[in-house]
C-alpha cells in the first residue's frame, strides 16, 4: 500500500467475515440498505491520513498556508474537518463562503479565487475580512479598490498570473497555457502594479498566484512554476522596489483512479517545490516568501467512493453487456465530461469470482451516460451493490439534478461508525423554487 493519492481505494478497504468489502469497519453492504443508493461514502480516516501527509511534507517550509480548494468537495461538515487540521479555504464562490461561515468558520481563514467575481461576492469576501483576494484581472482590481474603499478598508490581495506553463491533462482542466481565461499575462503585470501603487490606495498587493492544472502527474510542472513566479518576483523588485513575499502555486496534484495512473506522492512534490523555492531564491536573492498552496482533489478523492444499486441490464451478442446502475452523470460527470476513468467492484459476494466484462451505464436519459466503459465485475446482478471508487473530489460538488433525479445523501465513516453529513435531497426540494401557474 502507497500514499493514500497513489491507492485506488480508501486506506482500510477489506473483505469482511460475511464476504462483503468493508471500509473502516463499515460494511458497504449495510451502509447502503440503511442510508440507500446512490451514496457518497467519505472515509474520515483516510482524509486525514492525506491531509496530515500534505502537513508533514510540507512542514520543512514553515511559511507554508495549507487552504484546501474547497471546489473539490465543500459541504459543512467537510469544512470543519479542514478546519480543524489546521487548513485554510480556497474559495470561489459566495456559495463557497456561505457553507465556511456555516460551518462557523472565519473568512479570515480563506482566499478567494475566480476569473469573474461578482460584486456581491467581493463585497461579502471584504466585509467579512477575507484573508487574500488574488485578482484576476484589470476589471476586478477597479471593482475591489472601490468596494474597499467605500467599506474604509485595505483588502490584502495577490494577483493571479499565467505562468505559460503547459501540463499533461485533460483541455479542460489545464489552466497555466497562455491561452487560458484565467489570470494576468505576464505582459500585463507591470501594468497592474502600477495601476495599483499610483491609483488604487485600498488595495495592498502581498504577492502571485498560479495554477497550473489539475491532475498532475509530473514534479518537474511545480519546479517549473516556482521559477516563473520567483523570476517576476525579482522583476517586479528590480522595476517598483518592492519585494513582494508571497507565492500561491494552486494546486494539481493527480490521484489513482485507475491502475494505469502513476501520480507523484505529496512528499516528492513537497521535495521538489521547497528544493525549487531555496534554488530560486538563492539565485534571484530573495527572501523566502510565504508559501501557499491549494490542493482539492488529492485531498479528498481516494477518501470517497459511491454506492449504487445495479437494476436492468442489456446483453448485445458479440457486442457489449450494460448494466445499469441507479445513478450515473447527475451525482458523477466526470465520465461524461473529461472521459474520466473509473474503477469498481461488487460488494456483496466476494467469495468465488466470476468475472464478466460489462459496461457500467447510469440511469439518465443520454448515450452518453456511461460511468466505466468495459470493467470486469464479478457476475454482476440486479440488487447488488457496486462500489466505484475515488469519487471523492468534484463528484458531488459537479452534481445537478438532471432528469429531475434527487441529489444523493453523503455519509461520513470512521472507525465502524458512520453518520449522515449532507442529508439526500428531497421531492418537496427539487420544487421549493418553483412557481406554480
Ligand atoms: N487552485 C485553483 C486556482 C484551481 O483552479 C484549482 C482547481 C485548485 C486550486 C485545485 O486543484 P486540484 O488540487 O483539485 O487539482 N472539475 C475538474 C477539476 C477542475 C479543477 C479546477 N481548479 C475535474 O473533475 O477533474
Known amino acids: 500500500m502507497g500514499f493514500v493519492n497513489q491507492n485506488i481505494k480508501p486506506l482500510n478497504t477489506k473483505v469482511n467475515s460475511k464476504g462483503n468489502i468493508e471500509i473502516s469497519g463499515c460494511d458497504l453492504v449495510e451502509l447502503a440498505e440503511k442510508y440507500s443508493t446512490p451514496l457518497y461514502v467519505m472515509d474520515r480516516v483516510t482524509l486525514e491520513k492525506m491531509a ?33 487540521l489546521g487548513f485554510g479555504f480556497d474559495v ?26 461578482g460584486c456581491d461576492e467581493l463585497e461579502y469576501a471584504v466585509l467579512n475580512n477575507i484573508a487574500r483576494v488574488s485578482v484576476d484581472n484589470f476589471y476586478e482590481l477597479e471593482l475591489l479598490d472601490n468596494i474597499a474603499k467605500k467599506m474604509n478598508k485595505v483588502q490584502k490581495i495577490l494577483l493571479r498570473i499565467t505562468p505559460g506553463i503547459e501540463c499533461h491533462t485533460h483541455e479542460y482542466i489545464q489552466t497555466g497555457q497562455l491561452d487560458s481565461k484565467f489570470g494576468f499575462d505576464l505582459h500585463m503585470i507591470d501594468e497592474a502594479i502600477d495601476l495599483i501603487q499610483k491609483q488604487y490606495k485600498n488595495l495592498d498587493l502581498k504577492g502571485l498566484h498560479a ?57 516528492e512534490v513537497a521535495e521538489i517545490t521547497i528544493k525549487a523555492i531555496e534554488k530560486y531564491c538563492a539565485l534571484y536573492e530573495l527572501s523566502e516568501p510565504v508559501l501557499y498552496i491549494e490542493p482539492g482533489r488529492s485531498l479528498v ?18 457486442i457489449r453487456k450494460y448494466i445499469s446502475v441507479d445513478g450515473g452523470m447527475a451525482d458523477n460527470p466526470r465520465p461524461s465530461m473529461y472521459c474520466a476513468e473509473y474503477y469498481a467492484e461488487i460488494v456483496n459476494k466476494k467469495e468465488g469470482y466470476n468475472p464478466e466484462k460489462v459496461t457500467v451505464a447510469g440511469k439518465f436519459c443520454e448515450s452518453g451516460d456511461i460511468l466505466i466503459k468495459d470493467i470486469e465485475l464479478n457476475s454482476p446482478k440486479a440488487g447488488d451493490t457496486l462500489c466505484l471508487y475515488a469519487t471523492g473530489a468534484y463528484c458531488y460538488s459537479m452534481s445537478s439534478n438532471y432528469n429531475g433525479v434527487l441529489k444523493p445523501a453523503m455519509v461520513l465513516i470512521n472507525e465502524g461508525k458512520s453518520d449522515i453529513i449532507v442529508r439526500r435531497q428531497t421531492l418537496q426540494q427539487l420544487v421549493e423554487n418553483d412557481v406554480v401557474l
Open 52 to 84: 496530515n501527509d500534505y502537513k508533514q511534507a510540507f512542514s520543512n517550509y514553515k511559511n507554508t498556508r495549507m487552504m484546501y480548494a474547497s471546489k473539490a468537495l465543500m459541504t459543512s461538515a467537510i469544512a470543519s474537518i479542514f478546519y480543524k
Open 92 to 117: 470561489v464562490s459566495l456559495g463557497e463562503m456561505y457553507i465556511l461561515k456555516n460551518a462557523g468558520i472565519d473568512l479570515s481563514h480563506a482566499t478567494f479565487n475566480g476569473n469573474n467575481k
Open 211 to 267: 495554477h497550473v492544472g489539475s491532475q498532475i502527474f509530473e514534479t518537474k510542472i511545480f519546479e517549473d512554476e516556482i521559477e516563473v513566479l520567483l523570476k517576476e518576483i525579482r522583476r517586479i523588485k528590480d522595476k517598483f522596489n518592492i519585494e513582494l513575499n508571497e507565492v500561491n502555486i494552486g494546486g494539481g496534484l493527480g490521484i489513482t483512479y485507475v491502475e494505469s495512473d502513476a501520480p507523484p506522492n505529496v512528499y
Open 301 to 318: 478523492a481516494t477518501a470517497g467512493v459511491t454506492l449504487y444499486t445495479i437494476g436492468a441490464s442489456k446483453n448485445i451478442e458479440g
